[in-house]
């Protein structure tokens, strides 16, 4: 294909893209090292018949002349990234100083609203991710066993979950583990604790997200491996077979070998989409006991007061984190790619 | 049938339970909610006894009957749900439009570019994939509060599209892929400009592959919460964000069952959509993942 043609044809996504992702990311960097303008104050005198007294008022015209002039903010360097809020250099220094072993370090660290989130975040990546590829793996062996005609059924039904608006499952689920729900009384039941309430502990909080996630995503990793299932080489299977193989043996020495592959790629997207993991904790209403970097970005953008700056180093601090979580993946995909010479 | 593939009686009724098992897991919770979304909210919440939810005794208590529409009546008319349907219908629409329209050019020409630069294009949509939306979505908001685009439904459908591209322009490029170089070069042997092959001969034979795709461009446009969320006003609101408004301020007024009646709207469609698509679905899901 000549360069002229190859140039129109991809023009609207490359313009697309670079106009809401490449510029977006840049603009995200640059809002980050400038602050929102304070308020200009001013001293009002108010003499009245009784004496004068002073008072303080916001300048409006002033600041709204201030944020015209600049609408980024004035210009902080790396002071958002270290403030309170997001690395908190300052605060765990002196926690490092006054800690009282290494939990009491963790304990102060979680205090911390970045580290909690990125906790959370991580706990949750490295946890959801195993276990949704070897749920995945069950359903799809144990799909594979069942008769043909149960098999469509199956798919259909087991789609659901996935398919289904994140926000939307996750509030579903919520219902029912209300503490009035019906799994949420089945629960007290069978704790009989009749004030027990996934919504009051921080591990059941965890533990309910998790649930979640593993839900929401098996069905990906349950259907990429089973069609890869289809593929597998029934000769060697007999081969095996005739070698005295076991049925374990079986699976473990040939179909694993054949699906490995497809697990890294599961592996991968899962990685980058629980990374991200935001709507759970909004349908949970879990942001007391489990925060995420999503999340975080989420929580400064929205309400009255927009901290675009802090939201926007939080945003550099996840891609940071994205990058350094893929680019083991990013490596293995340019050397897919690169022509052998 | 290989003899492989013979299983013994143990191992069926233990692969059998188990998917049993994962199967009521899965759908359980969609049957629970649709069929509480006719009750009063005594019944969906029936701390006294989880029967009562099946029965529907409050329901019966309440208004009469043991199926009430009051909670598709209150989320639909009285708290304008339609009006967010209708925006979500107009931000699908578009979303699956545009972004097949750039995303079938762009596919096919790096599917047929051997030049080095379409790789690069490719590596970097991958990473751009990767980007988290609401990461995005701060970097938006300066700009278009300056330029007053905030709001608006097209902001939020060019941003979708966006968002989808380097997806879009993954599959469908795996896709073109597939189609024989022969066909479109045998056209331009014949006098076809590259355009012309692509509008003759690769158009009528692309759509089960850009069915798929736009499966999946459509169900990104459908279920974001980030995006449609920050960028959207309130009146210009589609079902998710509106749904999550609803936890907000309808939840404390009791009434939330009108936001169970909308959470059982948003699921329908998506329900219909598995039973006629589930086939493209799936193919589109390994896509990716089995040609490499």
Redesign the interface.
């Known amino acids: 294909m000549k360069h002229s043609t190859f140039f129109w044809f991809v023009l609207p996504s490359a313009i697309l893209m670079l106009l809401f992702i490449a510029l977006p990311i840049v603009s995200v960097v640059t809002q980050s090292f400038y602050s929102a303008h304070e308020q200009v104050i001013v001293t009002v005198e108010n003499c009245g018949p009784f004496g004068c007294t002073e008072s303080t008022a916001v300048d409006q015209e002033a600041t709204q002349a201030l944020q015209d002039e600049e609408p980024l903010g004035k210009w902080v360097g790396t002071a958002i990234y270290t403030d309170r809020n997001h690395l908190a250099l300052g605060e765990i220094s002196d926690a490092w100083i006054s800690a009282d072993g290494l939990p009491d370090f963790g304990r102060s660290l979680m205090n911390l609203p970045f580290y909690k989130a990125m906790a959370f975040t991580l706990t949750y990546t490295f946890i959801v991710t195993p276990l949704t590829i070897i749920l995945g793996f069950f359903i799809a062996i144990a799909v594979n066993s069942v008769a043909q005609a149960l098999k469509g059924p199956t798919i259909f039904l087991s789609l659901l979950p996935m398919i289904v608006t994140p926000l939307v499952g996750s509030l579903i689920i919520f219902w029912m583990v209300d503490a009035r729900g019906v799994l949420g009384a089945g629960l007290q039941w069978l704790a009989s604790d009749p004030n027990l309430s996934v919504k009051a502990s921080t591990a059941m909080m965890w533990m309910m997200l998790m649930f979640y996630g593993v839900w929401h995503s098996a069905p990906f990793a349950f259907v990429v491996f089973y069609s890869g299932l289809q593929t597998v080489n029934t000769d060697t299977l007999e081969a095996a077979m005739i070698d005295g193989a076991s049925r374990w043996e079986r699976i473990r020495h040939v179909v694993i070998p054949h699906l490995f592959p497809l697990t890294t790629f599961v592996a991968l997207i899962q990685l980058m989409d629980n990374f991200r993991v935001f709507e759970p904790i909004v349908s949970f209403q879990a942001q007391a006991h489990a925060t995420s970097l999503s999340y975080a970005i989420f929580n400064d953008l929205g309400g009255e007061t927009r901290l675009l700056s802090s939201a926007a180093a939080t945003s550099v601090l996840t891609i940071i984190g994205v990058a350094i979580l893929l680019s083991p993946v990013m490596v293995r995909t340019y050397r897919d790619f690169t022509p052998r010479s | 049938m290989?003899?492989?593939?013979r299983?013994?009686v143990p191992?069926?009724l233990l692969?059998?339970g188990?998917?049993a098992l994962?199967?009521i897991?899965?759908?359980f919770?969609?049957m629970?909610?649709l069929w509480g979304s006719f009750k009063v909210e005594g019944d969906?919440?029936?701390?006294a006894d989880?029967a009562n939810?099946i029965y529907g005794t409050l329901t019966t208590a309440e208004t009469g009957g043991s199926f009430t529409g009051d909670g598709y009546h209150g989320a639909w008319i009285k708290e304008e749900f339609w009006r967010a349907a209708l925006n979500t219908a107009i931000v699908c629409v578009c979303v699956v439009t545009v972004s097949l329209?750039?995303?079938t050019?762009?596919g096919?020409?790096?599917a047929?570019?051997?030049?080095r630069?379409?790789?690069w294009?490719?590596?970097?949509?991958?990473?751009?994939?990767?980007?988290?939306?609401?990461?995005?979505?701060?970097?938006?908001?300066?700009?278009f509060f300056?330029w007053n685009l905030w709001g608006h439904l097209y902001t939020t459908i060019?941003?979708l599209?966006?968002?989808n591209?380097?997806f879009t322009?993954w599959m469908l490029h795996a896709f073109f892929k597939n189609i024989p170089q022969d066909l479109d070069e045998s056209a331009m042997v014949d006098g076809c400009t590259?355009?012309q092959a692509f509008r003759h001969v690769i158009i009528p034979v692309m759509w089960p592959g850009v069915i798929t795709t736009g499966l999946f461009s459509f169900?990104l446009a459908?279920?974001d919460?980030?995006v449609t969320?920050?960028l959207l006003s309130k009146e210009n609101q589609t079902m998710?964000p509106k749904?999550?408004s609803f936890?907000g301020t309808t939840q404390t007024k009791g009434n939330?069952m009108f936001?169970?009646a909308a959470?059982v709207s948003?699921?329908a469609p998506?329900?219909v959509?598995?039973?006629f698509f589930?086939r493209q679905?799936?193919s589109g899901?390994?896509a990716?993942?089995?040609k490499?």
């Open positions: 290989s003899i492989a593939n299983r013994p191992v069926l692969a059998t188990f998917l994962w199967l897991l899965a759908a919770p969609f629970w909610t969906f919440f029936s701390k989880w939810s329209t750039c995303g050019l762009g096919y020409a790096l047929r570019s051997g030049y630069y379409a790789f294009f490719l590596f970097f949509a991958l990473i751009f994939r990767a980007m988290p939306p609401i990461t995005l979505v701060s970097g938006y908001l300066l700009p300056e060019i941003v599209v966006a968002i591209q380097p322009l590259r355009f169900l459908y279920n919460f980030a969320t920050m998710i749904i999550a936890l939330v936001a169970v959470v948003v699921t998506l329900f959509m598995i039973m589930q679905i799936v899901l390994t990716g993942a089995v490499g």
